[in-house]
């Protein structure tokens, strides 16, 4: 083969790669949807602006600051690490990252390139499994994140069944929050165990709530129109503190899922998220409540 041919196939396999490896530096160039970025191999000071900390924590890597939905969250283990957030620039600074993690919509992002490689993520442009993996791509983690995707679709699979086989192929779930003023109803990728009940277990969403999330994969709604979307399982993400009044209504008290006692209820801190580590306290919730006795 000819030596011109020889480099234009190397040239063209790291064009399609998505990280190109910097040999010796300790540095790799991801490939980010805003295009090239230099990060290093083995990130060891990881900051993350955004919903990622879970997905960052299940592939074994440092984080010092995390915002406060994060820290929040009780799923994680962040005793030590810093509450941060992009509009305290002189924080971040101080806790030397070598790696900056979020979305796109972040505030300050050219100032928080200046402290450390900065990578951000929209939120719904990948699917929540390819979404881990690219974050494994970007902390050279992909094997780990690859071998958790496949036993964890495996294992949804095998409780899906059993759930159809219990309450039936038909059955429709609903899946509700509840905030001191405000309900929301979710569609098939708004985290609230929603990716593994209507995507990996496809159980059936109420038509209603099909149409109200149709565009925004979420909708909010007052109270009274629950009986109108509620299907033959609710579950509620309740927000600490929450008003929880509504439930003592005749109008909720007379939903056929409420009388039936299908009412399952999540703490909202430990459900909002899609990530590895939520995933799996969500799915061992969806299968304690549907499948016990």
């Keep these: 083969m000819k030596k011109k041919s020889i480099v234009t196939i190397l040239t063209l396999f790291l064009i399609f790669n998505s990280i190109t490896v910097l040999a010796d530096s300790g540095v790799r160039i991801y490939q980010s949807e805003n295009g090239p970025v230099k990060v290093p191999s083995n990130p060891q000071r990881v900051v993350v602006l955004s919903t990622f900390a879970g997905n960052v924590l299940a592939l074994g890597v440092n984080i010092v600051g995390a915002d406060s939905w994060a820290k929040n969250n009780s799923n994680y283990d962040l005793a030590g690490v810093s509450t941060v957030s992009d509009h305290n620039l002189e924080q971040i600074l101080a806790l ?35 979404q881990h993996l690219e974050i494994a791509k970007l902390l050279n983690k992909e094997k780990t994140a690859k071998e958790w995707i496949a036993d964890f679709k495996a ?37 609230r165990g929603t990716e593994i009940l209507y995507q990996e277990m496809n159980l059936k969403m109420p038509q209603s709530v099909k149409e109200l999330v149709s565009e925004n994969g979420y909708q909010t709604l007052s109270f009274e129109v629950l009986p109108e979307i509620v299907g033959d399982y609710l579950i509620i993400s ?56």
């Design 155 to 191: 294992r949804t699979k095998k409780i899906g069944k059993a759930i159809k086989d219990k309450i039936g192929s038909d059955a429709t779930v609903t899946v509700i929050e509840t905030s001191a003023k405000e309900l929301y109803v979710f569609g098939k990728n708004w985290g």
């Design 238 to 293: 309740q927000t600490s503190g929450s008003e929880i009044a509504f439930q003592k209504t005749a109008t909720y008290q007379n939903i056929p899922a409420v009388k039936q006692e299908k009412v399952f209820t999540a703490p909202a801190d430990k459900f909002y998220f899609n990530d590895p580590i939520t995933l799996e306290y969500q799915l061992q919730f969806i299968k304690n409540n549907f499948l016990s006795n």
């Design 96 to 130: 030397n990252p070598d790696l900056i993690i979020g979305l796109s919509n972040l505030k300050n992002i050219n100032r928080l390139k200046k402290i450390a490689p900065t990578v951000t993520f929209t939120y719904g442009r990948l699917g929540y499994l390819e």
